[in-house]
């Protein structure tokens, strides 16, 4: 399979825990975006990265989120002192194009956070 | 989300046709995409326009009128399987910025 791969695809923790998620990208895919959606809501964005840098990230993000692509590959997304308002599906998407009118994403599983 | 308006749930009879409409803010416009969701699943492109006009593909359709602001999804012959939510997203300053997305509900 050579689309959008997140891992783990669940996570419950405690509030207070770090947690880390993962997502690779289809490959040779320069750009990588991170979302955030709840019930009832569509996918807010967070970051996104085209190859190794961090080009944006939404002010709604508070410090407590983090987000890496060391590599210009696979994107970590970094949670610290979790809080029970960040349960949520964490949705990682990825684009072909570094700068183009057409950006369609293609995006992953999600990993669902419980937060407890 | 961000100036993306659409209607939060319809419901349309199997067979029928029915129009999910979006209005969007047209500054830093890049073009329009709908999204399908089913519940629990990540988001399935559906169709991105970036011109004035309907594209049509399949059983699906797409209008834009970028001077207004406005977008549909028309869905002909529906399915049963074609409930779920409906994300209309703009293609907004290099990001896509998603609507709350419309919740399709089709009766037998």
């Known amino acids: 399979d050579t689309g959008v791969s997140q891992d783990p695809r669940h996570k419950i923790t405690k509030r207070g825990q770090n947690v880390t998620f993962r997502c690779d990208p289809i490959?040779?895919?320069?750009?990588l975006y991170w979302y955030r959606q709840t019930l009832g809501q569509g996918p807010e964005f967070l970051t996104y990265?085209?190859?190794?840098?961090?080009?944006?990230k939404s002010r709604l993000l508070s410090d407590r989120f983090s987000a890496e692509r060391p590599k210009g590959s696979f994107s970590t997304l970094e949670i610290q002192r979790t809080e029970q308002g960040d349960s949520a599906m964490y949705l990682c998407?990825?684009?072909?194009?570094?700068?183009?009118?057409?950006?369609?994403?293609?995006f992953g599983p999600g990993t669902r956070l419980t937060v407890l | 989300g961000q100036n993306i308006d659409q209607p939060t749930e319809m419901t349309a009879t199997e067979g029928a046709i029915v129009q999910i409409n979006c209005t969007y803010q047209?500054?830093?416009?890049?073009?329009l995409f709908w999204y399908q969701q089913h519940a629990g699943e990540a988001p399935t492109f559906l169709s991105y326009?970036?011109?004035?006009g309907l594209e049509e593909k399949g059983r699906f359709s797409s209008f834009l009128s970028r001077s207004k602001g406005y977008s549909y999804l028309l869905l002909k012959e529906l399915q049963m399987k074609d409930s779920a939510s409906y994300l209309c997203?703009?293609?907004?300053?290099?990001?896509?910025?998603f609507g709350k997305g419309t919740r399709l509900h089709i009766l037998p």
């Open positions: 998407a990825s684009s072909p194009r570094a700068q183009s009118s057409y950006n369609e994403q293609f």
């Open positions: 490959s040779e895919h320069n750009r």
């Open positions: 990265f085209q190859n190794e840098a961090q080009l944006e």
């Open positions: 047209t500054s830093g416009f890049n073009g």
């Open positions: 326009n970036v011109l004035d």
């Open positions: 997203a703009q293609n907004r300053d290099d990001k896509i910025i």
